[in-house]
Nanobody, 123 residues
Framework: QVQLVESGGGLVQPGGSLRLSCAAS????????ITWFRQAPGREREGVSC???????HYAASVKGRFTISRNNVKNTVYLQMNSLKPEDTAVYYC?????????????????WGQGTQVTVSS
């Protein structure tokens, strides 16, 4: 079965950290570009961070310097380390794969999505 499964979300205080995981089955992540998106209630889905099929990463301005995307090819998993979390980071976070060699936050090129994991930043 081809699927992505996100995990690692939860409730954290402002300034705290979380590490999200995107585990793949039936698809080899190092052959794809992987992007983390997020969607907050009442807001449009937005791209957060991307790791290219052939290395290279990209971050939204709102998370640059705080979030780090990485990939473990042995575990076929992509991670999103989130530090210095802010209440505005609260959202459901999704990972998605694309066969494109380039990073883009245009959701239309992503053909496989996970079910999402909730991140809540609140005191």
């Amino acid at each position: 079965q081809v699927q992505l499964v996100e995990s690692g979300g939860g409730l954290v205080q402002p300034g705290g950290s979380l590490r999200l995981s995107c585990a793949a089955s039936g698809v080899t992540l190092d052959e794809h570009t992987i992007t983390w998106f997020r969607q907050a209630p009442g807001r449009e889905r937005e791209g957060v961070s991307c790791i290219r099929r052939v290395d290279g990463t990209h971050y939204a301005a709102s998370v640059k310097g705080r979030f780090t995307i990485s990939r473990n090819n042995v575990k076929n998993t992509v991670y999103l380390q989130m530090n210095s979390l802010k209440p505005e980071d609260t959202a459901v976070y999704y990972c998605a794969t694309s066969e494109s060699a380039f990073c883009t936050f245009y959701a239309g090129v992503y053909n496989l999505w996970g079910q999402g994991t909730q991140v809540t930043v609140s005191s």
